[in-house]
């Protein structure tokens, strides 16, 4: 079983910077998970945001955060982050970690566990 709790999650405006932490508990190490971040706005489908390989060496970003978000992992502390640089009103969401077995992965349905989801709220 793997339990993912997002937090970080608030009231921003246009051109703030957020970071999004993740905590992972599993029995199997953590090293052994490829993560992501998706978010959903609403009235809309899970929109893939980034995802991470097992080592944090590598990682790959959606077009609409690519060049102003950064993933990372701590596997010692068993942490993802996704830093939000120039935030826009566009990236409003309730953001969710998942996890996987394979990298990269950019579809919701190849992740196994989630987390319940932070909200970012970004206004003018």
């Known amino acids: 079983q793997v339990q993912l709790v997002e937090s970080g999650g608030g009231f921003v405006h246009t051109g703030d910077s957020l970071r999004l932490p993740c905590a992972c508990s599993?029995?199997?190490?953590?090293?052994?998970?490829?993560m992501g971040w998706f978010r959903q706005a609403a009235g809309k489908e899970r929109e893939f945001v980034s995802t991470i390989i097992w080592s944090g060496g590598n990682t790959e970003y959606g077009d609409s955060v690519k060049g102003r978000f950064i993933m990372a992992r701590d596997n010692n502390q068993k942490m993802v982050y996704l830093q939000m640089n120039n935030i826009l009103p566009e990236d409003t969401a309730v953001y969710y970690c998942?996890?996987?077995?394979?990298?990269?992965?950019?579809?919701?349905?190849?992740?196994?566990?989630w987390g319940q989801g932070t909200q970012v709220t970004v206004a003018d």
């Open positions: 998942a996890a996987t077995v394979s990298y990269p992965k950019f579809s919701a349905a190849d992740y196994a566990y």
């Open positions: 599993s029995e199997r190490p953590f090293g052994k998970f490829a």
